[in-house]
């Protein structure tokens, strides 16, 4: 199967990398589609999600003994884990409210985004003028609390997709490395995404990468007694496919520190040091890449 209906893989993909290319605007316009679309389930849904957010705290009894790994770096030992809380109550409820809305295929991939899925509608067409009707959606959760809040995400290689190149049906597809540009060092970045996925069945699906970074508070930080994480807001970014990064319009050029070094050290494979991403500078590219959403009163 491996090496089956490639060639019209090799052919779908060709056209439809040098057709994005040639119309920036049209991916970019599908990109600013998915993300406001899952911004709008956040805000109609905002109520029920931060109620099943914050059931968490109030099960402590359940779980306290038994606490999570501390994935962080040099933990102050007084912050709970709470990456899996945001990834079920947030991440699993924004897919199954996408798949009573949207016609939805779960293609297989072996790596990639921790939600990873194409959607189909009628407005991709439009928008494409119908070159396709389909995108395939990486969407990520990252939850973060008051002490790693920052106005930036850290990305690994699956989560990026690159230029794509893909230059005969016998070989495969590869990106071309990026940097990452911080003040005081550089280093190369290694895209593992594709930018677009051709599918069997014709459809040809560009991707759309999405984080949703849910920020919760820690009541034990206030001198009033309380205790528990309770959700605060959520911000939803969008990172751009990775032809409008180093083609057209080649953000990663005209901003060049969009991406910049990580906390991986050097002793990492390089193929899979992570980077951060400057939520900054996606907002001057286009602020609906960086939306956040908190609820009026913002209290328990």
């Not at 089956?4 to 589609?33: G, M, T, V, W």
């Not at 995108?135 to 920052?150: M, Q, T, Y």
């Amino acid at each position: 199967m491996f090496y089956e209906k490639r060639n019209l893989l090799f052919h779908n993909y060709n056209r439809a990398r040098d057709y994005f290319i040639s119309c920036p605007n049209q991916l970019i316009d599908l990109e600013q589609y998915c993300a406001e679309l899952v911004n709008n389930i956040i805000m109609e849904n905002y109520d029920e999600i931060e109620a099943n957010y914050n059931e968490s705290s109030y099960l402590n009894a359940f779980w306290a003994k038994y606490p999570p790994d501390d994935r962080g770096r040099q933990p102050v030992g007084d912050q709970i884990p709470w990456i899996e809380v945001g990834e079920h109550s947030i991440g699993h409820k924004l897919i199954r409210i996408i798949g009573t809305l949207y016609r939805v295929s779960e293609i297989g991939l072996p790596s990639g985004a921790d939600n990873r899925f194409v959607l189909y509608s009628d407005d991709i067409a439009d928008i494409t003028h119908g070159f396709t009707n389909c995108a395939f959606f990486f969407l990520d959760i990252k939850s973060v609390g008051p002490r790693d809040n920052f106005d930036h995400t850290v990305i690994s290689p699956y989560q990026v997709s690159g230029d794509g190149i893909w230059n005969a049906p016998n070989k495969n597809m590869e990106n071309s490395t990026m940097v990452a540009k911080g003040k005081r060092t550089t280093h190369l970045f290694y895209p593992a995404i594709s930018p677009i996925y051709p599918l069997t069945n014709g459809d040809v699906a560009p991707t759309i990468h999405l984080f949703v970074k849910p920020v919760y508070r820690m009541l034990s930080l206030a001198s009033d007694g309380l205790t528990g994480q309770p959700l605060e807001s959520i911000k939803n970014i969008c990172v751009p496919n990775g032809l409008l990064l180093s083609k057209n319009p080649g953000y990663l050029n005209s901003c060049p520190e969009l991406f910049f070094p990580g906390k991986d050290d050097k002793s990492k494979d390089p193929r899979k040091i992570r980077v951060r991403v400057s939520f900054a500078l996606l907002s001057e590219i286009a602020t609906w890449r960086v939306e956040e959403f908190v609820r009026a009163d913002n209290i328990l």
